[in-house]
């Protein structure tokens, strides 16, 4: 059964500083992994998609990494921003089952200006 | 309107009363997803739809019952809940259906803050 995990659950860092969110998986046997952006209340924007065959995506000031041989994807955030603030999820697919998707409960980052 | 919105924002309801939660995406997708996010819990698929017919159902109890009338529109409809099934709940679309575990991304609404009294 796949699990994720993400670590820290919660992080708070100064304005300006390079930073790195982890996410560990179960099973390697993924397609795929997907990195969310969710702000309080809101629901959750797609930040980053890397394929299995991808090593790394980049979105501006956000690189994604993917090691399906370790179980490992990193999101690295450059230069925060208080506006980086908000919790950070990752999500493999959970197989077998149609559209399944299997989040970690998330990073809460906090940037102090 | 772009993306995907649902109504209403908020709800608090009675353990006997009968609501329905709505979605509606203007993406042109094929494939629909109700998921509850509890409190300190990862979120949990409840139900996926792929161009209006129901492919899967989580386990998820029949106070829950989804209904998709079309590819845009998905409702959720509730009645006789417990306080437990408090909680956020997402809705979300996909151009196509994940399958096998391939898929392109998903895009979410704000969801409905369901409180149940």
């Known amino acids: 059964k796949q699990e994720v995990t993400q670590i820290p659950a919660a992080l708070s860092v100064p304005e ?25 209340g809101k629901g959750l924007t797609s930040l980053l998609l890397i394929q299995s065959s991808q090593r790394e995506q980049t979105s501006g000031r956000l690189n994604a990494s993917l090691d399906k041989s370790s179980g490992r994807s990193t999101l690295y955030i450059a230069a925060s921003q208080p506006g980086d603030s908000a919790t950070y999820l990752c999500a493999v697919p959970g197989g077998g089952s149609q559209g399944n998707l299997i989040f970690g409960k998330g990073t809460k980052l906090s940037v102090k200006p | 309107e772009t993306g995907v919105t649902q109504t209403p924002r908020h709800l608090v309801m009675g353990m006997t009363n009968k609501k329905s939660l709505k979605c509606e995406q ?43 009338p079309n590819s845009s529109h998905l409702f959720l409809h509730l009645h006789t809940l417990q306080p437990e099934d408090s909680a956020l709940y997402l809705c979300a679309s996909s151009q196509d259906l994940w399958l096998g575990g391939r898929g392109s991304p998903l895009h979410f609404g704000n969801g409905t803050r369901l409180t149940v009294t």
């Open chain 1, 16 to 40: 300006g500083e390079n930073l790195v969110l982890n996410c560990s998986f179960t099973d390697s046997a993924i397609y795929n992994l997907q990195w969310f952006r969710q702000d309080p």
């Open chain 2, 26 to 68: 203007h993406l042109g997708h094929n494939a629909m997803y109700w998921y509850k996010q509890s409190a300190k819990k990862p979120l949990e698929l409840m139900f996926v739809y792929s161009l209006e017919e129901r492919v899967e159902n989580n386990s998820v109890p029949s106070r829950f019952s989804p209904e998709c």
